[in-house]
């Protein structure tokens, strides 16, 4: 290793001051006069020696050098071996260079390819970063034309956004496209099938439309002749109010139900099921006040036999009639069903002549509608009547499959406050069980419990059963479809399609301003109204106090249902009353201490009723004070111009004789001329010689000066008279 450094021979010349720098000076040249001697024994070894022709490099050993004994020389001028500008200046260090670095074989090896493998990442991390950005590159240029699809399907209304996922293009970009075509959207906006399809049109995508409400709809499952068994019929009472229809379902159930309705009259529908001897019916019981059309409406959808109820001392009343209507469109047998029979001014003949006008022929008479004559309060022919309906349901061949998934209606729903949404549920086929995930209307959910009719909790329910349900996300409407699904995330996805497409149709019953319908808004915004929230026990109660109120709108006033929900009042519905400037009505719901204090302090009127009539009669009360009042003219009297004096400063003044009635200060007149109108105004001054008087009275003479009218002439007739306003009442305008 001592050969390969380079030493250069410098002169240094060290000028020692004292006796230590002599010393020290001395000792060095003798080292470096050991080395130089030891160099060149080294040399002549390695000559002596034969050379192999390839020789491993061997690591540098110290060699062991005997020294001599130091022969003293007198200082002198010598020369110093040293390294260049990089050799360490101390002797220790020209000793470490001279023995060479203490390394390995193999260590610079490692160095060299450790600084490789750095160089080879760095290298590739460059190409790697590189290639990304390079083929990002591509895909900003190739997304707006490789990667839109050739052909997409959207439904009639679809989101800004969820169009933009469709057509793989940035939302931005879709906003921009729409208001150059002169649609304001954002991203959460939706818009029309056509402006959807000509905004794809230039992507080069085609569009294809499909239902919206097409993918609501669920298909029910085909049942084969060997699956289908004997279901118990299911039995819609129906007839007018007060004619016995709740207290003929308590005789068969052996109830009081009639004990629980306020007023004595049915207002829900109840459904039970009945154990008879002979078989199992299920009871469906309807109210027959006029307000629950929409209720006996449904109760015959649902129907197999309709029984109707007439007394036979009361004969055939409107909801008579109308019940006959429901049950021919419905296309369902009539059972006739003839009570209070045990009341000394029953007349049995008479209700068949009445029934006959309608098409409805007892069986003696040649027609084949059963007549049932009974008495509810007695108990009298029940069994013949349970005959008749078993009988007829023989005929018809009800049946159902029990192992298919359930679908049902809903009968009635409301909002308990302990348990949250209820619904009283038919079933119509297959078996419902705990646990099912179902949809019904724009709800889902999961069976959590099941009631009978009595309140007793059952594990299923079979055919024409019915059951009160709990697990329901929301309060669903009366009549709608249950369909029970093969998973829960089925029924959500379902029940959510529902609920946009019902958010569609509302948003597309929205009026909006337009020129041709300009004067027609004014006219609409004239129109006075009568703002309402409705809160119901039951779904069934709310939609038809809803429907009655706003039957009682007209051309001059309109009631407003702002809300209608069941449930007890809320502090949000008091305050939602508040911003509307509403009146809340309540039907069989109440509202505790805390919401009662809260409707205080905001000034809202809260109505409770039980009884559904007396808040229809209220309303229109409340309707018949926005009504404006009609205004009439009554005349006062009339007076006859004598004399004219024209006056400088006042004007004309007329001497006039009252003829009929009087003549007020404060009165409206009419100057006739001829039987003709000159003018219409009012009187200025009217006066008895020089005295200012209020009121002139027939046979007396009086002065008159008229505002802003001089051309009075002998002749006249000055007629006086006031306008007298009348309050309307809501009969007046035709509607009861």
């Given at each position: 290793?001592a050969?390969?450094?380079k030493?250069t021979?410098?002169?240094?010349?060290?000028?020692?001051?004292?006796?230590?720098?002599?010393i020290?000076?001395k000792?060095?040249?003798q080292?470096?006069?050991?080395?130089q001697?030891?160099?060149?024994?080294?040399?002549?070894q390695?000559?002596?020696?034969?050379?192999?022709a390839?020789?491993?490099?061997?690591?540098a050993?110290a060699?062991?050098?005997?020294?001599?004994?130091?022969?003293?020389?007198?200082?002198k001028v010598?020369?110093?071996?040293?390294?260049?500008e990089?050799?360490?200046?101390?002797?220790a260090e020209e000793?470490?260079?001279?023995k060479?670095?203490?390394?390995k074989?193999?260590?610079?090896?490692?160095?060299?390819?450790?600084?490789?493998?750095?160089?080879?990442?760095?290298?590739?991390?460059?190409?790697f970063?590189?290639?990304k950005s390079?083929d990002?590159?591509?895909?900003e240029?190739t997304?707006?034309t490789s990667s839109?699809?050739?052909r997409?399907?959207?439904t009639?209304?679809?989101q800004?956004?969820?169009?933009?996922?469709?057509?793989?293009?940035?939302a931005?970009?879709i906003?921009a496209?729409?208001?150059?075509?002169?649609v304001?959207?954002?991203?959460t906006?939706?818009?029309?099938a056509?402006?959807a399809?000509?905004?794809s049109?230039?992507y080069?995508?085609?569009?294809?439309v499909?239902?919206?409400?097409e993918?609501?709809?669920?298909q029910?499952?085909t049942?084969?002749?060997?699956?289908?068994?004997n279901?118990?019929?299911?039995?819609t009472?129906?007839?007018h109010?007060?004619h016995g229809?709740?207290?003929?379902?308590?005789?068969?159930?052996?109830?009081?139900v009639?004990?629980?309705?306020?007023?004595?009259?049915?207002?829900?529908?109840?459904a039970?099921?009945?154990?008879?001897?002979?078989g199992?019916i299920?009871?469906?019981?309807?109210?027959g006040?006029?307000?629950?059309?929409?209720?006996?409406a449904?109760?015959?959808?649902?129907?197999?036999i309709?029984v109707?109820?007439v007394?036979?001392?009361?004969g055939?009343m409107p909801?008579?009639?109308?019940?006959?209507?429901?049950?021919?469109?419905?296309?369902?047998?009539?059972?006739?069903a003839v009570?209070k029979?045990?009341?000394?001014t029953?007349?049995?003949?008479?209700?068949?002549?009445d029934?006959?006008?309608?098409?409805?022929?007892?069986?003696?008479w040649?027609?084949?509608?059963?007549?049932?004559?009974i008495s509810?309060?007695?108990?009298?022919?029940?069994?013949?009547?349970?005959?008749?309906?078993?009988?007829?349901a023989e005929?018809m061949?009800?049946?159902?499959?029990?192992?298919?998934r359930?679908?049902?209606?809903?009968?009635?729903?409301?909002?308990?406050?302990?348990?949250g949404p209820?619904?009283?549920?038919?079933?119509?086929?297959?078996?419902?069980?705990?646990?099912d995930?179902?949809?019904v209307?724009l709800?889902?959910?999961?069976i959590?419990?099941?009631?009978?009719?009595?309140?007793?909790?059952?594990?299923?329910?079979?055919p024409?059963?019915?059951?009160?349900i709990?697990?329901l996300t929301?309060?669903?409407?009366s009549g709608?479809?249950?369909?029970?699904?093969?998973t829960?995330?089925?029924?959500r996805e379902?029940?959510?399609k529902?609920?946009?497409?019902?958010?569609?149709?509302?948003?597309?019953?929205?009026?909006?301003?337009?020129?041709?319908?300009?004067n027609?808004?004014i006219?609409?915004g004239?129109?006075?109204?009568?703002?309402?929230?409705?809160?119901?026990?039951?779904?069934?109660?709310?939609e038809?106090?809803?429907s009655?109120?706003e039957?009682?709108?007209n051309?001059?006033?309109?009631?407003?249902?702002?809300?209608?929900s069941?449930?007890?009042?809320?502090e949000?519905?008091?305050?939602?009353?508040?911003?509307?400037?509403?009146t809340i009505?309540?039907?069989?719901?109440?509202?505790?201490a805390?919401?009662?204090?809260?409707?205080?302090?905001?000034?809202?009127?809260i109505?409770?009723?039980s009884?559904?009539?007396?808040?229809?009669?209220d309303?229109?009360?409340?309707?018949?004070?926005?009504?404006?009042?009609?205004?009439?003219?009554?005349?006062?009297?009339?007076?006859e111009?004598?004399?004219?004096?024209?006056i400088?400063?006042?004007g004309t003044?007329?001497g006039?004789?009252?003829?009929?009635?009087?003549?007020?200060r404060?009165?409206?007149i009419?100057?006739?001329r001829?039987?003709?109108?000159?003018?219409?105004?009012?009187?200025?001054s009217?006066?008895r010689?020089?005295?200012?008087?209020?009121?002139?009275?027939?046979g007396?003479?009086?002065?008159?000066?008229?505002e802003n009218?001089n051309?009075?002439?002998?002749?006249d007739?000055?007629?006086?008279?006031e306008?007298?306003?009348?309050?309307?009442t809501?009969?007046?305008?035709?509607?009861?």
């Amino acid at each position: 290793m001592a050969d390969k450094i380079k030493l250069t021979p410098k002169k240094i010349v060290l000028k020692g001051h004292s006796s230590k720098d002599s010393i020290a000076g001395k000792i060095s040249a003798q080292k470096v006069q050991l080395d130089q001697q030891r160099e060149e024994e080294k040399k002549q070894q390695q000559q002596q020696q034969p050379q192999p022709a390839v020789t491993a490099p061997k690591p540098a050993v110290a060699e062991t050098v005997v020294r001599k004994p130091m022969e003293r020389v007198a200082p002198k001028v010598r020369t110093v071996f040293i390294q260049d500008e990089k050799q360490p200046k101390t002797e220790a260090e020209e000793r470490e260079v001279k023995k060479g670095p203490a390394t390995k074989p193999g260590a610079d090896k490692k160095k060299s390819n450790l600084r490789e493998d750095i160089l080879k990442k760095e290298e590739h991390k460059k190409f790697f970063i590189g290639q990304k950005s390079r083929d990002r590159g591509k895909g900003e240029q190739t997304q707006a034309t490789s990667s839109v699809p050739s052909r997409i399907k959207i439904t009639e209304f679809v989101q800004v956004g969820e169009l933009a996922k469709k057509l793989n293009v940035r939302a931005p970009e879709i906003i921009a496209k729409l208001m150059q075509m002169g649609v304001m959207a954002t991203i959460t906006q939706s818009i029309d099938a056509e402006t959807a399809t000509l905004l794809s049109a230039e992507y080069g995508c085609t569009v294809e439309v499909i239902s919206l409400y097409e993918e609501t709809l669920i298909q029910e499952e085909t049942d084969t002749n060997e699956e289908l068994v004997n279901r118990p019929p299911v039995v819609t009472i129906m007839g007018h109010v007060d004619h016995g229809k709740t207290k003929l379902l308590d005789a068969l159930r052996e109830t009081d139900v009639v004990a629980s309705e306020a007023g004595g009259i049915t207002q829900h529908i109840g459904a039970y099921q009945v154990t008879r001897p002979k078989g199992k019916i299920t009871f469906l019981d309807t109210p027959g006040h006029a307000a629950f059309s929409a209720m006996r409406a449904r109760g015959a959808q649902v129907t197999d036999i309709v029984v109707l109820v007439v007394a036979a001392d009361d004969g055939v009343m409107p909801q008579t009639e109308e019940a006959i209507m429901h049950a021919k469109d419905a296309k369902v047998p009539i059972i006739v069903a003839v009570n209070k029979i045990d009341k000394p001014t029953a007349n049995i003949d008479r209700i068949k002549q009445d029934l006959a006008k309608f098409e409805i022929l007892s069986e003696d008479w040649g027609g084949t509608t059963p007549f049932i004559p009974i008495s509810a309060l007695q108990k009298l022919n029940l069994d013949k009547l349970e005959d008749a309906i078993l009988a007829q349901a023989e005929v018809m061949e009800v049946k159902a499959n029990p192992k298919k998934r359930a679908t049902g209606t809903v009968v009635e729903a409301k909002l308990d406050q302990g348990r949250g949404p209820v619904a009283t549920i038919l079933v119509r086929n297959g078996t419902l069980k705990i646990g099912d995930a179902f949809v019904v209307g724009l709800e889902g959910g999961k069976i959590r419990a099941m009631h009978n009719d009595r309140g007793q909790p059952v594990k299923e329910a079979g055919p024409a059963m019915p059951v009160e349900i709990l697990g329901l996300t929301g309060v669903p409407n009366s009549g709608d479809t249950l369909n029970v699904m093969a998973t829960e995330r089925e029924a959500r996805e379902i029940a959510d399609k529902r609920q946009e497409l019902a958010r569609h149709q509302q948003a597309q019953q929205v009026k909006k301003v337009k020129l041709e319908n300009f004067n027609e808004t004014i006219e609409e915004g004239k129109l006075k109204e009568y703002k309402v929230i409705i809160k119901g026990d039951v779904r069934g109660s709310v939609e038809a106090l809803t429907s009655s109120l706003e039957k009682l709108s007209n051309e001059e006033v309109r009631v407003r249902v702002i809300m209608g929900s069941t449930g007890e009042i809320t502090e949000s519905d008091v305050m939602l009353a508040s911003a509307a400037k509403a009146t809340i009505i309540t039907f069989n719901a109440r509202a505790n201490a805390k919401v009662r204090d809260v409707a205080a302090k905001e000034a809202v009127e809260i109505k409770n009723y039980s009884i559904i009539y007396q808040a229809i009669d209220d309303m229109k009360l409340a309707l018949a004070g926005l009504l404006s009042p009609d205004i009439s003219e009554k005349i006062t009297g009339e007076a006859e111009v004598r004399q004219v004096f024209k006056i400088s400063g006042m004007g004309t003044v007329a001497g006039c004789s009252m003829k009929t009635g009087y003549l007020k200060r404060a009165n409206q007149i009419r100057v006739l001329r001829d039987g003709a109108v000159a003018f219409t105004g009012s009187l200025k001054s009217l006066k008895r010689f020089q005295d200012d008087v209020s009121e002139v009275k027939e046979g007396f003479e009086c002065g008159i000066l008229v505002e802003n009218y001089n051309d009075l002439k002998v002749g006249d007739i000055i007629e006086g008279f006031e306008k007298v306003e009348t309050q309307r009442t809501f009969e007046d305008i035709g509607n009861k």
